[in-house]
């Protein structure tokens, strides 16, 4: 938590054997390093991802692509109750640290890949309403993108604005999706027929 509300480089070991309300022999016998102490949290990350991130918003919603949305709106709502301060935990990690330590950029990136298949799955479940041939794999991608700029927009303007204008684009090309989806399935089925 310390690393997500004051980032790594601020965090001093201290702080976090403050915190954690532990001596420093119980923290050194399990992480020799800060650095061990961060990877152990982004692998945490990754087993929260499901249980903490996505099944709560899963929860929300049955049809598949509204999940995908019911994911953003928790983003959404993360913003909001933090005064538009915090955003992302991997996302701020990856702008401190993915140039300065490789190990930790793979962690970093795992979780967004993670998050990504996560979403993806949501966009397999749907396959049968989208285009055929649309690329689900980099469409989860996109929608991360789009999350995530929308968050750090957000947090440099102070206002959930930015964040609903690119989810309001997100939707308006999901229905945009969606509306040629017969189409391209129907010339599919013509094509095949001859």
């Known amino acids: 938590m310390l690393f997500y509300e004051r980032g790594y480089n601020a965090t001093a070991l201290q702080d976090v054997l403050q915190a954690a309300r532990a001596n420093s022999g119980s923290l050194y016998h399990f992480f020799k390093t800060k ?6 949290v982004l692998d945490r990350y990754v087993d929260l991802l499901m ?3 996505m099944e ?3 929860a929300q919603a049955i049809d598949p692509i509204e999940r995908v949305f019911a994911v953003l709106e928790r983003y959404r709502q993360c913003m909001i109750a933090t005064g538009f301060s915090k955003g992302c935990p991997i996302g701020n990690l990856a702008l401190e640290l ?3 330590k490789p190990t930790v950029r793979d962690k970093i990136a795992l979780n967004f890949s993670n998050w990504c298949k996560a979403i993806q799955r949501c966009l397999d479940d749907a396959s049968g309403r989208l285009p055929a041939g649309l690329d689900r794999q980099r469409l989860a991608r996109f929608v991360l993108t789009v999350m995530e700029g929308g968050i750090m927009q957000t947090r440099a303007h102070r206002s959930i604005q930015p964040f609903d204008e690119a989810v309001a684009s997100l939707r308006d090309y999901f ?3 969606l509306e040629e989806a017969p189409k391209s399935e129907r010339d599919h089925r013509e094509r095949s027929d001859t």
């Open 56 to 58: 709560p918003a899963f």
């Open 51 to 53: 249980p903490a991130v």
């Open 98 to 100: 993915s140039d300065s």
């Open 35 to 40: 650095e061990d102490l961060l990877l152990a």
């Open 175 to 177: 229905d945009r999706l």
